[in-house]
């Protein structure tokens, strides 16, 4: 699997691999509740728990074998994340987590974000499975999950630490890709 991540280009969005300039702009998307509601972190409350997870977390990717992630512009200014995390070799999966900033939701950047990279993750990284999880009550990322007819494949409760949710897995197998062009 290739680590290094290609910039790619969506009319004015942009998905370029995510670095330390990015970290502030981090936070203050990650700070919103409304963001981070579904998300297992956040909301931040301060620029270190952002600068301590890009530095933990995002940047160690390549030490487990797994690309950083992106950072989402949208006429070059940062709005979200769009990410490849917990990858298994033993079925060639990889799944894939994302974010937006409040105030761009609806705009369809997410939509085009995530068709881009679930072909990135099959022509470039060469897996043979994606995968995408979501809240059962996280209605956008349903949606989201709906649109691009995702096979169900099962359900998990997490602990959310107060309280627990209920999980839904999803995936796309490389045999089924062709249905996104």
């Known amino acids: ?5 290609e910039t790619i280009k969506i009319n004015n969005i942009t998905l370029r691999e995510f670095d330390c300039d990015d970290i502030k702009r981090l936070y203050e998307i990650g700070k919103n509740p409304n963001v981070c509601r579904y998300l297992n972190w956040g909301p931040y409350k301060n620029i270190n728990e952002a600068i301590l997870i890009a530095k933990e977390i995002f940047l160690k990717r390549p030490e487990e074998g797994i690309p950083i992630g992106y950072s989402i512009f949208y006429d070059n200014y940062m709005v979200g994340m769009i990410d490849y995390h917990t990858y298994n070799k033993d079925n060639n999966s990889i799944e894939i987590g994302y974010f ?7 705009l369809g950047i997410m939509t085009k974000s995530l068709k881009k990279c679930i072909e990135y993750a099959f022509e470039k990284l060469d897996v043979d499975r994606i ?3 979501s809240l059962v ?5 349903m949606k989201l999950i709906k649109k691009f007819k995702l096979n169900y494949l099962e359900e998990k409760a997490i602990d959310l630490g107060d309280s627990y ?3 839904k897995y999803y995936y796309l197998d490389y045999s089924d890709f062709g249905g996104l062009k």
Not at 100 to 106: A, F, I, P, T
Not at 137 to 141: A, Q
Request: aromatic share 8%; with cysteine.
């Open 100 to 106: 937006l900033d409040e105030e761009y939701w609806g």
């Open 131 to 133: 995968i995408i999880s």
């Open 137 to 141: 009550e996280n209605e956008r990322c």
């Open 165 to 167: 949710g209920l999980v």
């Open 1 to 5: 699997m290739n680590l290094k991540l």
